[in-house]
């Protein structure tokens, strides 16, 4: 399967309520400040979803307020069917001088992914089918490094470095008898030569990033105003380990509209455009 140029828009459109106007006209916070919530839900695929998220934001001894100067975010979930989720972020303002870093590990281990084709909303769906038809199986662990630097007001340089390994298998239940021919259609594609011999299982990609970032929000974590955009190019070259090397490039503008002046309700809109030059795996084409 060739695929050597695919492009991607995006518009999204969001009526935001927001607490900020109160916020304003608290207190400068200073040291350390907890945020921790149970997670709770239901997939019919993937059972019961149990775990717990926390953000934790270093505000310093004052002068950081309203972001933090350094903040961490870690999240942990099971599923009762298989499926897990681990997520550890680190974003930190001041340990580098003039220099901005974070870092982030993740790992999610789905067994019950959505697969419908690579024809998005034209790819056909059939109601009547099972959902199981609609699944495979995907285990990815996931980490970054980035750098980010101001070059001259809202301007700033961003570099990092992006590494992801895919592990690819068909759904696993106890209903693909129900199924057509027992096959799900993650299965029908590769045995009809869909999806390549060396993208079946899965593969890796390793990748350089670079690109620029014009960021005017008031707050960072609950913007009420200013605009935030990216441009970035990606680059996985074979050198790197990247089993199925190609180059990527995308950008994107989020912009945020204040409907009242104390900031309690905030309209959002984000527009992107990526591309991908070369051959990549079907798999890295949906995966950030």
Same mark, same amino acid.
């Given at each position: 399967?060739?695929?050597? /140029?695919?492009?991607?828009?995006?518009?999204?459109?969001?009526?935001?309520?927001? #607490?900020?106007?109160?916020?304003?006209?608290?207190?400068?916070? @200073?040291?350390?400040?907890?945020?921790?919530?149970?997670?709770?839900?239901?997939?019919?695929?993937? !059972?019961?979803?149990?775990?717990?998220?926390?953000?934790?934001?270093?505000?310093?001894?004052? $002068? *950081?307020?309203?972001?933090?100067?350094?903040?961490? +975010?870690?999240? %942990?979930?099971?599923?009762?069917? !298989?499926? =897990?989720?681990?997520?550890?972020?680190?974003?930190?303002?001041?340990?580098?001088?003039?220099?901005?870093?974070?870092?982030?590990?993740?790992?999610?281990?789905?067994?019950?992914?959505?697969?419908?084709?690579?024809?998005?909303?034209?790819?056909?769906?059939?109601?009547?089918?099972? @959902? %199981?038809?609609?699944?495979?199986?995907?285990?990815?662990?996931?980490?970054?490094?980035? /750098?980010?630097?101001?070059?001259?007001?809202?301007?700033?340089?961003?570099?990092?470095?992006?590494?992801? +390994?895919?592990?690819?298998?068909?759904?696993?239940?106890?209903?693909? @008898?129900?199924?057509?021919? !027992?096959?799900?259609?993650?299965? *029908?594609?590769?045995?009809?030569? /869909?999806?390549?011999?060396?993208?079946?299982?899965?593969?890796?990609?390793?990748?350089?990033? %670079? $690109?620029?970032?014009?960021?005017?929000?008031?707050?960072?974590?609950?913007?009420?105003? $200013?605009?935030?955009?990216?441009?970035?190019?990606?680059?996985?070259?074979? *050198?790197?380990?990247?089993?199925?090397?190609? $180059?990527?490039?995308?950008? #994107?503008?989020? =912009?945020?509209?204040?409907?009242?002046?104390?900031?309690?309700?905030?309209?959002?809109?984000?527009?992107? #455009?990526?591309?991908?030059?070369?051959?990549?795996?079907?798999?890295?084409?949906?995966?950030?």
């Amino acid at each position: 399967m060739k695929r050597r /140029f695919v492009l991607l828009l995006l518009l999204t459109l969001t009526l935001v309520p927001c #607490v900020r106007g109160q916020e304003k006209k608290a207190a400068e916070k @200073t040291g350390f400040s907890l945020g921790a919530f149970p997670i709770v839900a239901f997939d019919q695929d993937k !059972g019961f979803q149990l775990g717990a998220l926390a953000n934790i934001y270093d505000f310093g001894k004052g $002068g *950081w307020y309203p972001n933090p100067r350094e903040q961490m +975010y870690l999240e %942990a979930s099971w599923f009762t069917k !298989g499926s =897990q989720l681990y997520v550890l972020s680190y974003d930190n303002r001041f340990l580098i001088p003039g220099v901005r870093f974070s870092f982030a590990a993740q790992f999610s281990n789905e067994k019950a992914l959505d697969f419908y084709g690579f024809n998005g909303y034209e790819s056909y769906y059939d109601p009547d089918l099972p @959902t %199981a038809y609609y699944k495979m199986s995907r285990m990815v662990p996931y980490g970054k490094l980035d /750098f980010t630097g101001k070059i001259v007001g809202p301007l700033y340089w961003k570099f990092g470095y992006h590494f992801k +390994y895919f592990i690819l298998d068909e759904f696993a239940s106890d209903h693909l @008898t129900d199924l057509p021919y !027992g096959k799900t259609l993650f299965a *029908w594609y590769k045995d009809l030569g /869909f999806i390549d011999a060396d993208e079946h299982n899965g593969g890796m990609t390793s990748a350089w990033r %670079a $690109g620029l970032c014009f960021d005017t929000r008031d707050v960072e974590n609950a913007p009420t105003r $200013g605009v935030w955009a990216d441009a970035f190019m990606e680059w996985a070259p074979s *050198w790197m380990g990247t089993n199925k090397p190609y $180059g990527r490039y995308y950008a #994107v503008v989020r =912009q945020y509209i204040p409907f009242l002046k104390s900031g309690d309700l905030v309209f959002a809109y984000r527009a992107n #455009v990526q591309g991908f030059i070369g051959d990549p795996g079907f798999y890295a084409l949906s995966f950030e």
